[in-house]
């Protein structure tokens, strides 16, 4: 994977802006809620995991598309804590998915300058892949051109449960003042406290909902919601994404 210096039809929401329009200017933060793999297996008479497969290829194409767009970070729904519910056979394929792309990815990630971020409660998962996700951030800890962030085991009412508790624990613990809580603290205790804020947030294969993605961090995002379905959508997708993301004015309630 290399850096270098829309096709499906696109249904957009827009949630609220200020300030003036995006007026070309690109996105800092884009999140993709990566939905379509089962259905792109089903249409070619494949197994659910030839779905997962491609997924992860189209995951490769747009992260080398946002970074040559100048997109600083990338965050990608891959597992949410829903996803439990499915199948211990799909389940295993998905976990194995996700060796498989650490071993094959995470070099080439790092000389690429890309920063490595996890969110969600990950520990859930087996301990062979705790040790290669925190080794995965370890290592990539000081890259500064740009950031992926993988939510695993991810849901937006946990993440903010989570955060809700932390700061009740440090106002019981005497070291935080009930009256200073507000949105800019709750909004440093997520998990995505050190991304930037949220511009624009993706979602592929014609589905009209947030999934529990990111809920508190999409409140003035840009939604975008296209038909192609994920393991369809690469490069080109994107950048008409982005494309659509910079005529947009964006008030942020202001007007």
Not at 10 to 28: I, K, L, Q, Y
Request: with cysteine; charged share 25%; proline share 3%.
């Amino acid at each position: 994977m290399i850096f270098r210096t829309a096709r499906s039809e696109a249904r957009t929401v827009e949630t609220g802006a200020g300030g003036g329009g995006a007026g070309g200017s690109v996105p800092r933060h884009v999140a993709i809620i990566m939905d379509g793999n089962g259905r792109w297996a089903k249409a070619r008479g494949l197994p659910r995991a030839a779905g997962h497969r491609q997924g992860a290829e189209a995951a490769r194409k747009v992260l080398r598309a946002a970074g040559e767009a100048g997109v600083e970070c990338l965050t990608l729904y891959a597992f949410s804590s829903e996803n439990w519910r499915r199948p211990a056979e799909e389940i295993g394929d998905l976990m194995g998915l996700l060796r498989l792309y650490i071993a094959n990815e995470l070099d080439s990630l790092h000389k690429e300058g890309v920063r490595i971020k996890i969110i969600g409660d990950y520990k859930a998962f087996q301990p062979d892949i705790v040790k290669l996700l925190e080794a995965s951030v370890a290592k990539t800890a000081g890259n500064t051109r740009m950031t992926l962030a993988v939510a695993l085991n991810y849901g937006g009412r946990s993440e903010l449960v989570r955060a809700a508790r932390g700061l009740a624990e440090r106002a019981a613990a005497g070291e935080l003042a009930p009256e200073a809580i507000d949105e800019a603290a709750l909004d440093s205790a997520l998990d995505t406290a050190d991304l930037p804020p949220l511009d624009l947030l993706i979602r592929t294969s014609g589905e009209y909902r947030l999934s529990n993605f990111l809920l508190w961090q999409s409140a003035y995002a840009e939604l975008l919601f296209v038909d192609t379905l994920w393991p369809d959508f690469d490069g080109d997708a994107l950048r008409a994404a982005i494309a659509d993301y910079s005529g947009r004015e964006r008030r942020f309630g202001g007007r």
